[in-house]
């Protein structure tokens, strides 16, 4: 089975560039990689999360894989096509859907739900006999009363919202659905709601859907396949129960670590890094995690480690990824001396 | 100086042009020098208009029943200079957003200054002793030039030590911290969980953290309010209400955690139904409408105060001590 969308090597440079700081700077500053060499694929009907903190890019690429922002080098390849120009990426917007991390600020405010509904129809200028009938029969695909065509996005909430959201970006019956942060701002109640109706609806019209997050929590109960990102990197790929199970790079371990548990007996004694994320301006040398990784050592501070194959359907970029048993492991688990009993 | 904090029977209504909103009802609440204390709930429970009440923040449409005494003084009774002057010295606020917490225009170093402002034994540069001190104890290296920073060159795990540093500089007796990882990063918020469990082994004033993040509650507090709609439904130590929760929204609410499965779900646990409008609060029990072991009481009577242990009180019908 070849893969519904295949990213190769995509980096996203954002130009300092303004013409103040021209002004100002005369000697044109270096670019910035804000995504460096990126490669990941997707598989018909798989779910893939994107999990990293702000700053690391996960939005952006996302944004890239739709054509919102230009790729500096790279390659999409999306069922099987290159997608290069404004018209491919046209063409596969067609096919594909983003859901925006704000359902409510993504909803035009002066347009009833209905209109909303149906716009994306009417821009790719398919025919829509009735559109109050398509609008109403999108609204009960997610599950809200047909009463809610007349509504404004203000009248929602924020659960509601979300589900207008899931049913606009499942009008075209994309074969690729993106959702940026689904479940932020949502209480644990309802994010549930949300993530099941995504569930059915996929197991039903069989897309394949990339779900950016932050939240490793609830990205371990709905994906297939976990990503990792890193100031713009990918660190570590795998299928998320081996990932869970068996963190390899420092970094998935430390976040994996670092969430609370719900639990007042597993108490975390230290945390498990310490420091800030540094920012891509001023990329670390060497492996870029070197500056926080508690079993760091010198190779690390020069050296950047190539991203690998370590075993089944795992990438890692580590020179002592965490591998069960290895000492890496051991080191990491003692220079942390967490005992919440995650990584054992 | 560090004195106990008791609402009792607390309610607080907004007056707005659509009626009254019963935001809060009937809320009894108590704390001790030394104890952290985790009011837990999510949106539209009342746990923001909870705290601003024991803050004494509420906006002008409020109107407030019953009482909230500290230090054996009711706050309710004090005129507005004196709540005023309990406000900047005895009761702090560290807010959810560090960025808006603090003036843009500002260099943190003069705003935690003017954060002093009632200490007026104290010069500026014994000030700005205090405050370098302060910032080095929440574990910010080179406090000196930090101070000469403004707010929009920290980071946000940074600002949000600041702002815990500001809150403790005035020496409080009462420490509210509003949502105070909301904003972070998780591997932050991991390094705020633990500064603020480091402070309070020196501090011995009370701490109130509000958090709908039920891992937050459970690294940080020694007591839990749950709250629905409103009201406190159950409380009780921390232990009891993570491991023998009995009122059927704690139980709710905890199942619903995704962090609390190890395994893969394919169906997340969810709580049907919706909060119930609070111009018209129901006459009975708050949650009987989305609970599914309400019976006939549920609809039309006040749930009884359950006291299950000492420290540990469902309000339920349905719970049996």
């Known amino acids: 089975m070849s893969p519904l969308l295949a990213i190769d090597d995509l980096s996203v440079t954002f130009a300092r560039s303004g013409l103040l700081s021209r002004l100002i700077n005369p000697f044109p500053l270096p670019s910035f990689n804000v995504i460096d060499g990126v490669t990941l694929s997707l598989m018909p009907g798989e779910t893939l999360g994107l999990v990293g903190e702000s700053g690391s890019g996960k939005t952006t690429l996302a944004r890239t894989i739709l054509g919102l922002v230009r790729a500096a080098a790279g390659r999409i390849v999306f069922e099987g096509r ?34 909303l509904l149906t716009e994306p129809q009417v821009i790719q200028g398919l025919p829509m006999p009735d559109r109050r009938a398509a609008a109403k029969a999108l609204l009960a695909l997610v599950g809200l009363p047909a009463s ?15 589900r207008v959201g899931v049913a606009r970006a499942l009008a075209m019956k994309p074969h690729l659905l993106l959702a940026d942060e689904p479940t932020a701002g949502l209480d644990v109640s309802v994010q549930g709601d949300v993530l099941n109706l995504i569930g059915e609806l996929k197991r039903e019209l069989g897309f394949a859907a990339m779900i950016v997050t932050h939240n490793l929590a609830m990205i371990r109960h709905v994906s297939d396949r976990l990503a990792i990102m890193y100031l713009g990197r990918l660190v570590e790929t795998g299928p998320t129960q081996d990932v869970f199970s068996e963190p390899m790079h420092p970094y ?4 994996i670590q670092s969430e609370p548990i719900p639990d007042p007996r597993r108490r975390s004694q230290n945390p498990a890094v310490t420091g800030e994320i540094p920012s891509v301006f001023r990329r670390p040398s060497g492996c870029e995690f070197h500056t926080r990784c508690p079993i760091a050592r010198d190779r690390c501070k020069t050296e950047a480690p190539t991203y690998r194959p370590m075993g089944a359907d795992r990438m890692v970029r580590c020179h002592f990824p965490l591998v069960t048993g290895g000492q890496e492991r051991e080191a990491f688990s003692r220079a942390s001396a967490n005992q919440k009993g995650k990584l054992t | 100086m560090s004195g106990s904090l008791a609402a009792r029977d607390l309610s607080v209504r907004y007056e707005t042009p659509h009626g009254s909103v019963y935001a809060l009802r009937h809320v009894d609440i108590e704390a001790h020098p030394g104890e952290v204390i985790g009011i837990v709930g999510e949106s539209g429970c009342g746990k923001s208009t909870l705290v601003t009440a024991l803050a004494n923040l509420l906006p002008a449409n409020a109107r407030i029943d019953g009482s909230i005494s500290y230090n054996g003084v009711d706050l309710a009774k004090l005129d507005a200079h004196r709540q ?3 406000r900047g010295d005895e009761i702090a606020l560290v807010s959810q957003d560090p960025m808006t917490a603090f003036n843009p225009v500002l260099t943190i170093g003069d705003q935690l200054v003017d954060f002093q402002h009632h200490r007026k034994d104290l010069g500026r540069a014994q000030k700005r002793a205090r405050i370098a001190a302060m910032l080095g104890r929440v574990g910010i290296a080179d406090a000196e030039r930090r101070m000469d920073c403004y707010p929009h060159e920290l980071s946000g795990g940074m600002r949000q030590r600041v702002a815990i540093a500001a809150a403790l500089l005035t020496d409080p007796g009462l420490l509210i911290a509003d949502e105070p990882t909301t904003a972070l990063d998780v591997t932050m918020e991991a390094q705020i969980i633990h500064l603020l469990r480091e402070l309070r082994r020196e501090y011995n004033g009370i701490v109130i953290v509000v958090s709908h993040h039920l891992g937050v509650i459970a690294e940080l507090c020694d007591r839990v309010y749950v709250m629905y709609a409103g009201e406190v439904v159950e409380d009780g130590e921390v232990d009891a209400i993570f491991h023998d929760a009995r009122h059927p929204y704690t139980q709710a609410l905890l199942a619903c955690d995704p962090a609390r499965f190890q395994e893969r779900l394919d169906r997340l646990p969810t709580i049907p139904g919706s909060l119930p409008n609070l111009t018209q609060p129901p006459s009975g029990c708050v949650y009987a409408p989305r609970c599914d072991r309400a019976f006939a009481p549920c609809g039309s009577v006040v749930p009884p105060r359950v006291k299950l242990s000492a420290s540990h009180i469902a309000r339920c019908h349905a719970v049996t001590p």
């Open chain 1, 148 to 162: 809610f065509v007349d509504r404004f996005p203000h009248e929602l909430s924020g659960g509601q919202a979300r």
């Open chain 1, 252 to 255: 998935t371990a430390t976040l």
């Open chain 1, 82 to 115: 290159d997608v290069q120009t404004t018209a491919d990426f046209r063409a596969m917007r067609r096919r594909s859907a983003m859901m925006f991390q704000d359902p409510v600020a993504s909803l035009s405010p002066r347009l009833r739900i209905g209109t």
């Open chain 2, 84 to 86: 005023r002057l309990l």
